[in-house]
């Protein structure tokens, strides 16, 4: 059994800063990609960022600039540092990790989900 727990959002002004974590835990033998998607009411859940075992990232092209991705793959965690936060941010923000288990080999696992709220 995997769970990937998130933690980190909130109400923040236009502006401000906010980090989001999310740690996975269970049986895993390894994490290939781990990000984060994010989706507004009424539209479809996209991605914000994500990152590879090896460090390589992209980005959703608003973000770019404003937002920063980065995992400590000791700790089975995925950060994300998101600065110059707009209300157009606002969304409950999914973390997501591509990763290995002995029982259902690679698969797509999903987060609870953290909202976001940023207020004009």
């Known amino acids: 059994q995997v769970q990937l727990v998130e933690s980190g959002g909130g109400l923040v002004q236009a502006g401000g800063s906010l980090r989001l974590s999310c740690a996975a835990s269970g049986s895993i033998a390894s994490i290939n990609f781990m990000g984060w998607y994010r989706q507004a009411p009424g539209k479809q859940r996209d991605l914000v960022a994500r990152?590879?075992?090896?460090?390589?990232?992209n980005y959703e092209d608003s973000v770019k600039g404003r937002f920063t991705i980065s995992r400590d793959n000791a700790k089975n965690t995925v950060y994300l540092q998101m600065n110059s936060l707009k209300p157009e941010d606002t969304a409950v923000y999914y973390c997501?990790?591509?990763?290995?288990?002995?029982?259902?080999?690679?698969?797509?696992?999903w987060g609870q989900g953290t909202q976001v709220t940023v207020s004009s």
């Open positions: 990152i590879s075992s090896g460090g390589s990232t």
């Open positions: 997501n990790a591509v990763l290995f288990t002995t029982f259902r080999g690679f698969d797509n696992y």
